[in-house]
């Protein structure tokens, strides 16, 4: 069964420090993702990589960074957190080709005080 | 640039009807998809159907199809015999097919409430 795999449910972290998001799959997908969701929004894509140490940006990039050194592994990093980063955060995968879905993590809710 | 217009913003159904859930989308390319997703509470995205734009048919899983009316740029969701457990958010997504990454562009979504 697919599986995506983001390491924290919930986290809470003070202005300036700097946050790792990590994200893994297990369908060796080639397509990550890192969106960000908030209410009345809908889901905006920070980051996404098509291959190992390949990234492209997304429509809200500023304020984050990403690294993908394995295939099965995205990390969307803040480098240093900002109040208005406190948002849902959502990893996703896809195979490449044609109407492949994308299959999401649970996400993270993060909280930056 | 493309858009995705889900212009309810919440929908009652009761247990058993049917219900609709209106997706618009804007884009001038012809070579695109079109995602339905659901989120729960818990906040998992699941992903339900999907319709490519030369996709004669209506696409179906299950209890969801997809009513696509390419003319009039719309991709309905209908869910048939709604149950409890459908009441979540509903997202509509597009993708461009012709280029290399499978960016999607989501709606703001519908917040669907099944009553007993």
């Known amino acids: 069964d697919v599986k995506v795999t983001q390491s924290s449910r919930y986290l809470v972290k003070r202005t300036g420090e700097k946050v790792f998001l990590e994200c893994v799959q297990d369908?060796?997908?080639?397509?990550m993702f890192w969106y960000r969701q908030d209410p009345g929004l809908g889901l905006r894509l920070i980051y996404f990589s098509y291959d190992v140490k390949m990234k492209e940006k997304g429509d809200i990039p500023e304020g984050y960074s990403v690294s993908r050194e394995k295939k099965e592994r995205f990390s969307l990093i803040l480098e240093s957190a900002s109040t208005n980063q406190t948002s849902m955060y959502l990893c996703?995968?896809?195979?490449?080709?044609?109407?492949?879905?994308?299959?999401f993590g649970d996400g993270t809710r993060l909280s930056i005080l | 640039a493309q858009k995705i217009t889900q212009t309810q913003p919440g929908m009652f159904v009761q247990e058993k009807e049917a219900v609709t859930l209106d997706c618009t989308y804007d884009t001038s390319d012809q070579s695109y998809g079109l995602f339905w997703y659901k989120q729960p509470s818990s906040g998992e995205m699941i992903f339900l159907i999907y319709q490519g734009s030369y996709d004669e048919q209506n696409a179906t899983e299950g209890r969801y199809s997809l009513n696509f009316q390419k003319a009039r740029k719309s991709a309905n969701l209908v869910i048939s015999a709604s149950q409890l457990g459908d009441s979540a958010m509903y997202f509509c997504a597009m993708r461009l097919l012709d280029t290399g990454f499978q960016k999607l562009v989501f709606g703001t979504g519908t917040r669907l409430l099944v009553s007993p």
């Open positions: 369908m060796d997908h080639e397509n």
């Open positions: 996703a995968s896809s195979k490449q080709g044609s109407g492949q879905p994308q299959h």
